[in-house]
C-alpha cells in the first residue's frame, strides 16, 4: 500500500517510526506537511499538492495533526477523505476530540466516569460555580490547554474565586472541575487501536507537583490495567469515534474517570514505557482496514 503520514516533521518520533513500521511491512511511505498542502475543489474533481506535487495513487493516511493546526490539518485530512483514501482516524473524530467541553458532553452521555465539570461563560457568579461543585479544592483549567499549561489547582474557595476572575478576564474559556485528591498527582495513559488497549502507562508528577505530564518533569511507567480500565479506555475511544486514541484517565475511590481523549497520541513515551511496537500495531490496523475496503470496492 501507499501510505501517508501527515505530519509537520519527518524526524519526530512518531513520524519517524510510523514511516519504519510501514516499510518493515513492505510498504511505500511517504510524510507529507499538512501545512504544506493546497486543497483544490471543483465539481467532481477533488485535488490536492504537496509542495506544488501532485498527491496520487494513496491507498490510507496516518494523521499526526498537532493541536495548534487542528483546522487546516483535519481540511486535509477531509480532502484525502473524499478522494476516497482510508484515514486511520477520521477528520470529524478528530476534530471532536479537540473541544474537550464537546468530549466531555459526549462521555459523560457514554455513561463512562469524569470529574464532575462545570463549564462557564464569563460569568460573574463565581461564588455560584463554586458552590455547585462542592467548594474547593477545585481544578481550574483553560479549555484549549495542552502540556498540563493552563491547569490550576486552587486549593481555598478564595483561590478558587480569584483565579476564575482572572481567567474571565482575560475572556479565557474555562472549565471548573472536582479535584481527584486520591490519583495523588498520577494518571493512567491507555492506547487504543482499533478497540484494543495495545500499552498502558502511569504518569507520575515530580515531587510538589499535582500534574503529572511528562513536559512538566513527570515520569512514565508500566502498569496493568484492572478490567475496568482497560473497559473505559475501549469505550472512550469509541464514544469519540477513534480507532486510535490515548486516553487519559485518573485512578479514584470510585473507578477510572476519563481526563480526555487524545487523538493523535504521542509514541515516544508509551513505547519507551511498554517496549511495545505501538507503531507497528497502527500499520497493522490500518493494513487490514485499506485491505477491507478495497475487498468491499472490488465486490461492488
Ligand atoms: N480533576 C483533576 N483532579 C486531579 N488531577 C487532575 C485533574 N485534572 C487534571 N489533573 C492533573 O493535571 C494534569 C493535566 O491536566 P489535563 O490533562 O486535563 O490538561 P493538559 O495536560 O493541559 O491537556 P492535554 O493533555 O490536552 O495536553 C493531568 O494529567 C492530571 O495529572
Ligand atoms: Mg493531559
Ligand atoms: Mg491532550
Redesign the pocket.
Known sequence: MKLAILSRKETLYSTRRLKEAAEARGHEAVVIDHLKCDIMIEQNALAMYHMGEKLEGFDAVVPRIG?SVTFYGTAVLRQFEMMDVFSANSSIAITRSRD?LRSLQMLAASGLGM?KTAFTNYSKEEKQIIQNMGGAPL?I??LE???????V?AETIKAAKSVIEAFHGLKARIIV?????E?K???IRAFVVNGEVVGAMK?T?KEGE????L??G?TAELIKLKRSEKAAAVKAADAMGLKIAGV?M?QSDRGP?I??V?SSPGLEGIEQATGNDIAGKIIEYVEQNYLNKRGRKKNA
Open positions: 493541536a474537550k470529574p481544578i483549567k483553560l490547554g495542552t502540556q498540563g499549561l493552563g491547569v489547582l472541575q472536582e479535584f481527584i485528591k490519583a498527582a498520577s494518571d504518569r508528577g499535582f500534574r503529572s505530564n513536559h512538566r513527570g487519559d485518573l474517570l481526563l480526555e487524545n
